[in-house]
C-alpha cells in the first residue's frame, strides 16, 4: 500500500491509499481487447459448429468485468490522518464506508486493537468514540505510523 506522509507549518497528514498497478484507462483498454479475441475465438468456434463456446466465453467475460469492478471500487479507497495544531481529523472512504471525524488532540488515545485478523488496526477513542485506521496499510506501515502519531501526539 503506499502511504504518503506530507509535513507543513503545523500541519502532519498521512494519506494511504491502495496501489494502482493498472489505470482506469488501461484496465478500458485490457478488457477491450480480452472482449476482442474472446468474441474472435467463440466466433470461429460458432462457425465451426460449436456454438456452446460463445455462452461459455460471456460468462468468463462477465467474471472478468465483475473482478475489474470490484478492483476499480477498491483502489477508490483511502485514509487521510491530518494532525493540525489542536485538531486531529480522520477521513476514511472505504468500499461501503466513509468516515469523518474530529478529535481534540489533547483527549485523543491510540491503542493497537485486533479487528477481525491477526493484524491490529489503530485506534483513536476520545469522549466515547473511536475510530479505526490502518486498512490500507501494511503490518509494518501501521507501526510506523502508530509510533509517528504518538510520538507527535504527546509533543
Known sequence: MAITTIEAEGVHEWHARPNCSLTPFARRVLIGGVIFISLIVSGGFLLAGAW????FAGLELAALFIALRILDRRDQSSETVRLEGNR???VSHLPGNHI????TVGWARLSLEA?????????IRSHGRCCRVGHLMTPEQRSQFY????SRLRS
Do not use: K, R
Not at 469523518?100 to 478529535?103: I, L, S, T, V
Not at 509510533?147 to 504518538?150: H, P, Q, V
Open 52 to 55: 456452446l463456446v460463445l455462452p
Open 100 to 103: 469523518h471525524q474530529d478529535f
Open 115 to 123: 479487528d477481525n485478523g491477526p493484524d491490529p488496526l489503530i485506534c
Open 147 to 150: 509510533a509517528d502519531l504518538s
Open 88 to 90: 486531529l481529523s480522520i
